[in-house]
Each structure stands twice: as structure tokens, then as C-alpha cells.
């Protein structure tokens, strides 16, 4: 057994190799022309067919779902964030995750009231104004918590008063 042996030995097995691979492919060559002559026995020419003939196509109307919208939202998203810088792309990402739209879309309606802001602003400054007053007046000390107690009992007196107006106008209307 030398080396000859060998290679003869791989040669015979390329070659087998080979031939399998043509045979393979000769069956497949003889299905593809078995279908294509069962399509042309069953296909209607172009000349045969009268145009009049043809089945009406009928109008598909596309129908927005939920899936649409928002596959439509991503790619808007994903095209606008192409013309971002870098720093810019990540905090769009982090602001447009599903979580931090929800809390802001309820933050919105409830937490950015004007009426809560604006009574929030003045019971603030003006509790704290008077707050000072005292402080000063009779030796205490200055707490600076109440500032940020003043501020949420304004808007809550604020959002209320907003809501007894808003009860009160739609009665009247009624």
C-alpha cells in the first residue's frame, strides 16, 4: 500500500461522488419538464382569452388595525431617529419606550393642570411669605419643607376648585 493507493482511492471516491451528484440532477431536470409540460396542457393561451371574459377583480379595501399603527409608528420612529446624533437617538428611545408614554400621558391630564399650578404658586408663596413673618416675628425656625407642603395644598385647592367650576358651568348648560 503506497501512496498510488491513495489516491487512487479518493479519486474513486470523487468520482462517485460526481456521478451521484448528475444523476441527481437528470431526475430533477426530468420532473421539471414532466410539470412544465402539464402546465402548458392545462394553460389557457393569451389568445384564447377574451379580455371581457375575465373575472372582475374586486376591490380590497385595507382595513387599519392596531398592528398597522403601530408598525407605521416604529418605521416614522426608526426614520426620524436616523437624522439624530447620537446622544439625541438614545434619549428618544428612552423617552418613546411604551412605559414612559403611558405615566406621561397620565401626567399630563392630571399633573399639568393650570389651575393646579397656579394655585399651587400662589398658596406657596404666600405661605411661605407669611410663614417668614412668623418665623421672624416670634424666634422660630424657618422650616423649608413647608414650601413643598404649601405648593401641594395649592394645586389640590386649585384642581378642586377647577372641578367645582367645571361641575357647576355643566349643570347650568343642562
Not at 434619549?91 to 401626567?107: D, F, G, W
Not at 392630571?110 to 406657596?124: D, Q
Not at 395644598?153 to 355643566?170: K, P, Q, R, S, W
Request: proline residues 3%; aromatic residues 8%.
Amino acid at each position: 500500500r503506497g501512496l498510488g493507493d491513495v489516491y487512487k482511492r479518493q479519486h474513486l471516491e470523487a468520482l462517485k461522488q460526481k456521478a451521484e451528484h448528475d444523476s441527481e440532477k437528470h431526475k430533477k431536470s426530468e420532473h421539471i419538464d414532466s410539470i412544465k409540460k402539464s402546465v402548458e396542457t392545462h394553460a389557457i393561451s393569451g389568445k384564447e382569452l377574451n379580455p371581457t371574459e375575465t373575472a372582475p377583480t374586486e376591490r380590497q379595501d385595507g382595513y387599519i388595525n392596531r398592528e398597522l399603527k403601530d408598525m407605521a409608528y416604529r418605521r416614522t420612529m426608526n426614520s426620524t431617529r436616523r437624522n439624530l446624533s447620537a446622544p439625541s437617538r438614545l434619549v428618544s428611545k428612552l423617552i418613546h419606550q411604551p412605559v414612559v408614554e403611558k405615566v406621561s400621558e397620565v401626567a399630563s391630564a392630571s399633573v399639568a393642570r393650570p389651575s393646579g399650578i397656579i394655585g399651587g404658586g400662589l398658596c406657596a408663596v404666600t405661605g411661605s411669605f407669611l410663614l417668614l413673618w412668623l418665623t421672624k416675628k416670634y424666634g422660630y425656625e424657618y422650616n423649608y419643607l413647608m414650601f413643598i407642603i404649601f405648593l401641594a395644598a395649592g394645586f389640590v385647592f386649585g384642581v378642586i376648585i377647577e372641578l367645582v367650576l367645571y361641575v357647576t358651568v355643566t349643570r347650568r348648560r343642562k
